[in-house]
């Protein structure tokens, strides 16, 4: 079974900055990123990067928010930039590996870390 665990929640004053980060146990992952679940939505995506480096971002979080992966590991970093209000909510740290057929996507999530925006 594969674990993450994600680090570097908190609280920060609008404009402010924050680094997530997540470590997953167990063979590389084909794709792993970030999704958040804010007051009164669903949980939503944020960003994903693949194995080979290849990242997506939500339009919400374009040009704030940068996704990385340390090569050849399941390591990633959410470096969140200018935050806002609407930034608030818990973000999950996600994996992903792909399958056969029958099974093509196996999806495993950490426990979640609360970020808040508020002055």
């Known amino acids: 079974q594969v674990q993450l665990m994600e680090s570097g929640g908190g609280l920060v004053q609008p404009g402010g900055s924050l680094r997530l980060s997540c470590a997953a146990s167990?063979?590389?992952?084909?794709?792993m990123g970030w999704f958040r679940q804010t007051p009164g939505k669903g949980r939503e995506l944020v960003a994903t990067?693949?194995?080979?480096?290849?990242?997506n971002y939500a339009a919400a979080v374009l040009g704030r928010f940068t996704i990385s992966r340390d090569s050849g590991s399941n390591m990633i970093y959410l470096q969140m930039n200018n935050l806002r209000s609407e930034d608030t909510g818990v973000y999950y740290c996600?994996?992903?590996?792909?399958?056969?057929?029958?099974?093509?996507?196996?999806?495993?999530w950490g426990q979640g870390t609360q970020v808040t925006v508020s002055s």
């Open positions: 996600n994996g992903q590996r792909f399958g056969p057929v029958e099974n093509p996507v196996t999806n495993f």
């Open positions: 167990g063979r590389i992952l084909n794709v």
């Open positions: 990067v693949t194995s080979r480096g290849y990242t």
